[in-house]
């Protein structure tokens, strides 16, 4: 994919999202920041959709594209399966009390060993 054409994706995706929800701003902005997967043409065909100034993920066709086994390495295949979680809102965080979050983002900053002391 050519480097403006990511750029253009990019800026519909924060259009998309500026007004989202937390879960939908954090999966996106992962993906942003990985960029590996926004210069993928297979997964930007199937996965974003055009809708005015927007583009959009559609959560369903990512999660089937994640599920599908699509080659990657591990790790850029786990950060597309975590940012796809987070917009599908499978773990519900969004519903989540005050408490609840701080442990659960207690809990993966621990497993990747980050200190949050």
């Given amino acids: 994919m050519r480097a403006d054409s990511t750029e253009a994706l990019i800026a519909g995706l ?14 996106v902005d992962l993906l942003i920041w ?16 055009r809708s005015g100034p927007d583009t959009y993920i559609d959560w369903d066709a990512a999660r089937e594209f994640v599920d599908a086994g699509t080659r990657a390495s591990t ?24 408490a609840h979050s701080r442990a659960i983002a207690d809990a993966v900053a621990q497993a990747v060993g980050v200190s949050r002391g």
């Fill in 14 to 27: 924060r259009h998309w999202t500026r007004s989202h929800d937390p879960h939908v701003r954090a999966a």
């Fill in 34 to 49: 990985h960029e590996f997967w926004l210069r993928r043409q297979d997964f930007v065909r199937a996965c974003t959709k």
């Fill in 75 to 98: 790790s850029e295949h786990a950060i597309l399966d975590l940012a796809v979680a987070l917009g599908e809102n499978r773990y519900r965080l969004s519903i989540m009390g005050s």
